[in-house]
């Protein structure tokens, strides 16, 4: 069986499985009593799954190996196309909003941006669970193809870490004569496969190395907030939301309201998978150090967290301390105490979520704001968005791994103002790091920033302001959708997405041109500038 469906197409295959997953909200909308909903999701994946049919038994007979350079562009379809067909199912259920509303609503799902033209209360149930899941595999879908597809052109962050001369520079050490030997098989051993550079078949690999531990983790996500006092349905899309940093929501509101803070620590700790590979299978390659506790990137992210958690904290803590000092009765000391822990449990929490793209508020992010006395800490949440999470997860942004390498440079250079005979050290990955993978993380700094101004320029040309076409660009460009909220924007009112549409919340008013823009935004965010701008290559080509 796996033969076959290696010889489909990889487009169609993936095809087949979103119509398998519509099976899913179908049956949920049987058990709840609403059948149009139902009827529209098994009619559509009835519908798929007879149109992928036909188009492998067309290709089964005659398959054509898949070119390396075309996996950018298989890539780059399931981020365009695919939300073509996850739209059909949801434009149907909501008549009035139209078919491109629903193709944009699967493509902000599909980049696990989470941004959405609709109202949390005004949506059915079925059609909440199937952006969850549409959400939820855009992120399974990023794990397994920054192995299968980014990691053999390197690029997505792997060319950080890769030779620039095609091979090591320095004499790697001897393995220990305690190691066991690993002979290479023969090509005449049967359980020799000569096709692992098919793209379809290292995705494959991928999914069966990623699946189980991804599923795994939501699962025990959702029986944890389900155990800490989440209904069933928000704790399963709060799971599958944490573990895909969609932020996909059914409800309005923070994320601990049910829970409380104990259901926020534990999505606390589920979020710590997105700030480096080394917590998923696959991309050795990433690994700068051997130990977990000196790893780059866990090391920024929590230099950050505490870094914007102190200064938000810290800012009114002082003056509460002068305000002490007249004398206040402990029981008010003590209150103020409270609030401030808080506060501070508020800004820990939105800092690595907004670090790995995810979105999701604190119940105490409101205190955390009053407390702080700023009047627009968000846009620190729009910084932390644009820095992200790990290479190779499922966070946006630039990485945290090129900003280390950025980071280490400038300290590099530094060090050589003071001292200008030194000689660095740290080891063979610390000198790449410094220069060669500082100035690649340079060049997509860069490229990024260019994307930021492009997109802002494309969406200011209707009238909208300048501040709410840069957040929003930003948000698009991270996939961080929720970022338009945490940041007061002014809404448009040029369009609409229907009854159940929600324009004040930045996205739904927006017009027609504008979204096409942020939509192909989401897309280039989550692929990257750098593997889009390799498809104009004519080096790339070539190969």
Known sequence: MIRILQRLPLLVLLSGIVALTMLIPASFASVTNDEVIARTFFYAALFILIFCGLIGLATHANPRPQRSRETLLTMLGVFGLLPILMALPFAESLPDTGFFNAWWEMVSSLTTTGASLYSADLLPAPLHLWRSLVGW??????????????APLRVGGFEIMSSPYGRDEYVQQLPRSADPRQPVSHLSDPRHDSRTADPG???????????????VLTLALWIGLL????????????????????GIS?????????????????????????????FWPGGGELRATETLREDPELQMAA??????????????????????????????????????????????????????????????????????????????L?????????????????????????ARHGEREMERIVHPSSVSGGGRIARRLRREGAYLAF??????????????????????????ATILSIAALTNTGPLAGAIPLTPAFEASAGIASAPWEGWSGLPVFTKIVLAFAMILGRIETLAVLALFSPEFWRR
Do not use: C
């Open 443 to 468: 060049i997509f700094f860069m490229l990024f920033a260019m994307s930021i101004a492009a997109v802002v320029t494309l969406v200011s040309i209707h009238a909208i302001e300048f501040e709410t």
């Open 201 to 215: 078949v290292r995705l494959i690999r991928a999914a069966k190395q990623v699946g189980p531990v991804y599923l």
């Open 137 to 150: 595999m855009g992120g399974f879908f990023v794990l397994i193809s920054a192995v299968a597809i980014l």
């Open 303 to 380: 230099a950050m967290v505490i870094l914007v958690s102190a200064v938000l904290f810290l800012r009114h803590f002082l003056g509460a301390i002068d305000a002490a000092g007249a004398g206040p009765k402990m029981p008010l000391m003590l209150a103020d105490l409270v609030n401030g822990l808080s506060a501070l449990w508020g800004v820990m929490f939105n800092a690595l979520s907004y670090l790995t793209t995810t979105g999701w508020n604190s119940v105490d992010w409101q205190g955390a704001r009053a407390w702080s006395g700023l009047s627009a800490p968000g846009l620190i």
């Open 250 to 278: 059914p409800v309005i509101g923070q994320t601990g309201e049910m829970s409380g803070v104990a259901g926020e620590m534990l999505i606390f700790v589920f979020l710590i998978p997105a700030l480096s590979r080394r």
């Open 227 to 246: 155990l800490l006092g989440d209904p069933s349905f928000l704790a399963l899309t709060r799971a599958m939301g944490t573990l895909s940093t969609s």
């Open 382 to 406: 729009a910084g932390l968005a644009m820095m992200g999470g790990g290479i190779a997860t499922t966070a946006g942004g630039v990485k945290l791994l090129r900003v280390y390498a950025l």
